[in-house]
């Protein structure tokens, strides 16, 4: 009997990516810029799983969308919200997860899980850039550097240098004064991803910080972050060896596989 094929398409505002799932194994991946019309790269991005899988089926047996992109998804059987989506991914990877920090390029997420994956509360910022990877990339300019050199020289500073601004355009002219005036480049960056933390942190409060906590997203990949994570946390933070700017859209495979299986 032909195995079966489920697909995950997370359509996020700068980057879509795609897993396939065939018996409970992940057998595919990709992750494409979203660019300017997201219904055509979030096709492109599952052709591109299903060739890298060497799956040979033309179509997977069920599909589901999420993220920002997926109403424009005619190839999806389904669509779903990314809250559950990255739950679900989570869940996948870390069964003991019950919290899961989702940062991305444009919104931040928080969010409580129960001991079967499922969604039990939430809290989503996308109004403001903050807590985000635009913010780290407004930073990363300011610095003349690239945004994957961040987090190492964040790690190097020996003091953390208090940023009062949480708005991205104030804290460019924040940084640059503190630069003027002498401060370390890296105690500066220090600062600023201390200052992400603790606002993360109060989020997180407010929905309850329950144990083990997955940190998901592009800006997981940011060891600084995740330091300053544990250290507003007091407490250890998970970023899975699996991509973790894929959980997205692994957690929407298994929603596919699920639906599928219903």
Known sequence: MQRKIFAGVDIGSLTTKSVILSDGAVIGTSKIQTGIYPEKSGEEALKK??????????????TVATGYGRISSP?????????????????????????????????????????????????MNDKCAAETGRFLEVIASVFKVDLDSLGSMAMQGKEIVPISSTCTVFAESEVIS????????????????HAIAQRITGMTIRVGIEDAILFSGGV????????????????????PSFDPQIIGALGAARVAESRYNS
């Open 49 to 62: 799983a299903m060739k890298i899988s060497e799956c040979h089926a033309e179509f997977p047996d069920y």
């Open 220 to 239: 997981a990949n940011n060891t600084g972050m995740k330091t300053a994570l544990e250290e507003s946390f007091q407490k250890t933070i998970i970023v």
């Open 75 to 123: 190839y999806a059987d389904e669509t779903v919200t990314e809250i559950t989506c990255h739950a679900k991914g989570a869940f996948f990877l870390h069964p003991e997860v019950r919290t899961v920090i989702d940062m991305g390029g444009q919104d931040c997420k928080v969010i409580r899980v129960d001991n079967s994956g499922n969604v039990t509360d939430f809290i």
């Open 178 to 193: 503190l630069l003027a005036r002498g401060e370390k480049s890296e105690n500066i960056l220090r600062g600023i991803h």
